[in-house]
């Protein structure tokens, strides 16, 4: 099911930020000229420290506001199928069982369970909790919880998986296992990926671009390209490259945080 | 209650010292709870009847247990018919301050203008003391019956409403957000967010509701009942205390406090069997 994914600088566009601006109150530059091209098959992390603009980014990419100048074009038009989004929190609604949640994106385009049951399960399959489906989140462990959460961004198939430093309220080894099964997961299912994150490690791990930036007023500094080839697994974590590439981020998000390296 | 990853820990048959400890006073706990209380009431009844025969309290200043006991069967055929009455008041006007509760908090939370416009007064209708209101309200109502309801009805709806009011607005903010970007009508965003949200926040007003609208139909009935349109257990307790009557005043007295608690009961029932499978309240710790 997964498509072949081209090499970067040939991938097809999904959606391009131009000399977005968004101010707050009037004074406070919340985001100053950010431009970004997105394309399919991309895993692309925003790094930065807080403040830095990285959420108002997403939430302008999500529509959830409007930009003060600027604009986010999606090739070929925007509908409610084009989004996926993951919290930092696993955001799940306590009183649905875990089939429940993962239906609520097709619920609320009017599809009956029955119609997209075997899509519900696929989801759920994808992240290894089928057999949790009848369960309540609070049954779940924090870990769970996020990957249901992930099972309901995937489900729609959506051109675009927003996410907001899903993995930063969990544990070390839990995050571990997360960043692993999300690298295996988008080389199922193919997906494009924006992952908000203040992880210089897990930045370089997953993705394949990282835009780094910087705070007051929040803009990119610097993108850097992590070209090396996936699946990553452990042997890429322990790589001299992997190392070589934490070097470069570190040095980047230094700089972003006005200090020498 | 939690499912560990990768298999449970491992339960061994023989509980240590502690966790032994700990079971004995759970047992003891658990019988406490309902011998306790049940012994003072005993002895409470005991020290009353003693009380009574010993200091030789007349029976139109305190009556003894035997007598009202007495008084609870005698009059039995008067006491269920107007507990019937009163009971039938109160479900109704709690049934009422539901609806309107409810419907008036959605109104509130869909439309700011509503709420800004409307709110103040539902206020004003709450701390006004239903007592001072009831006289008038038996002036401008015909039927009795319904202006007791009304009483009642305007005792029991604040709490309902404005703890659904709280409970419509306390939806998870990331729950909304994703709501707005998978394009929910407002219909669909009541139903399946702002709903299930409330619930908690509602059955905790109706349990307050229902406390409230007993009280309320008690002082309907003791005002309005006065213009002779016998009504219920209250109008029948009033009856009695002018009688002198008071073996029948303490047996009413006790069949309110009975009702009270089986709507306490009742409402507490809705709630934990509404909650008990998600929301921390009912939940139990381990």
């Known amino acids: 099911m997964a498509k072949e994914r081209k090499a970067l600088g040939q991938r097809d566009p999904v959606l391009t930020m131009s000399h977005v601006e968004k101010t707050f109150r009037g004074n406070i530059v919340a985001l100053k000229d950010m431009n970004l091209d997105v394309n399919e098959g991309d895993f692309i992390s925003l790094l930065g420290p807080s403040g830095c603009g990285k959420s108002t980014a997403l939430r302008l990419i999500a529509s959830l506001m409007q ?36 239906w609520l994106p097709f619920r609320l385009r009017g599809k009956s369970y029955g119609e997209v049951k075997d899509d519900v399960l696929e989801a759920l399959k994808l992240v290894g909790l089928e057999k949790f489906q009848r369960a309540f989140p609070r049954e779940l462990s924090g870990g769970m919880k996020m990957r249901v959460s992930i099972a309901r961004a995937l489900v729609t198939k959506p051109r675009l998986i927003l996410m907001d430093e899903p993995f930063a309220a969990l544990d070390e080894i839990t995050r571990h296992k997360l960043n692993n099964d999300l690298l295996e997961l988008r080389e199922r299912v193919g997906c494009t990926v924006i992952f908000v994150t203040h992880s210089v490690f897990e930045s370089v791990f997953l993705s394949d671009r990282i835009v780094v930036m910087a705070a007051r007023p929040g803009r990119v500094i610097r993108e850097l390209e992590v070209d090396a080839p996936y699946p990553r697994g452990e042997e890429f974590r322990t790589s001299a490259e992997y190392a070589a590439y934490c070097r470069q981020a570190s040095e980047a998000l230094h700089e972003a945080m006005g200090e020498p390296a | 209650m939690s499912i560990a990853e990768d298999g449970g820990p491992v339960i061994h048959p023989e509980l240590d010292a502690e966790e032994a400890q700990r079971a004995r006073t759970e047992r ?155 394009g929910a009508t407002k219909w669909q965003r009541l139903r399946y967010l702002s709903a299930p949200s409330a619930l908690p926040f509602f059955l905790g007003g109706l349990k307050i509701a229902g406390g409230l609208a007993l009280i309320g139909a008690v002082v309907a009935e003791f005002v309005i009942g006065r213009a002779g349109t016998g009504l219920g257990l209250a109008s029948t307790l009033l009856e009695a205390s002018y009688r002198f009557n008071f073996g029948r005043l303490y047996a009413a007295l006790i069949l309110i406090s009975v009702m009270g608690v089986a709507i306490f009961a009742l409402m507490s029932t809705i709630s934990y069997l509404a909650l008990y499978r998600w929301h921390e309240s009912a939940l139990k710790r381990e």
Not at chain 2, 86 to 112: E, N
């Open chain 2, 28 to 182: 003891i706990l658990k019988i406490a709870r309902w011998t306790l209380p049940s012994l003072v009431m005993v002895l409470t009844i005991l020290a009353w009847h003693l009380y009574v025969t010993l200091w030789e309290i007349p029976h139109y200043i305190l009556p003894g247990p035997g007598l009202v006991a007495q008084k609870m069967v005698e009059d039995w055929d008067l006491l269920w018919p107007a507990m019937l009455k009163t009971g039938r008041l109160t479900i109704l006007a709690l049934l009422l301050a539901v609806m309107g509760g409810v419907g008036l908090a959605v109104a509130f939370t869909q439309s700011k203008w509503a709420e800004m416009s409307f709110f103040p007064y539902a206020v004003i209708l709450q701390v006004t003391p239903v007592v001072a209101v009831a006289p008038l309200i038996q002036i401008y109502v015909e039927n009795a019956f319904v202006a007791a309801l009304l009483c009642a009805w305007i005792v029991a709806f604040f709490p309902i409403l404005s703890n659904t009011t709280i409970g419509l607005k306390s939806a998870d903010h990331n729950l909304s957000d994703l709501f707005t970007i998978y």
């Open chain 1, 67 to 102: 930009p003060t100048s600027g604009g986010i074009r999606w090739a070929g038009g925007q509908s409610n199928d084009d989004l996926g989004v993951v919290f930092q929190e696993p955001t799940l609604m306590p009183w649905a069982r875990v089939a429940e949640n993962v």
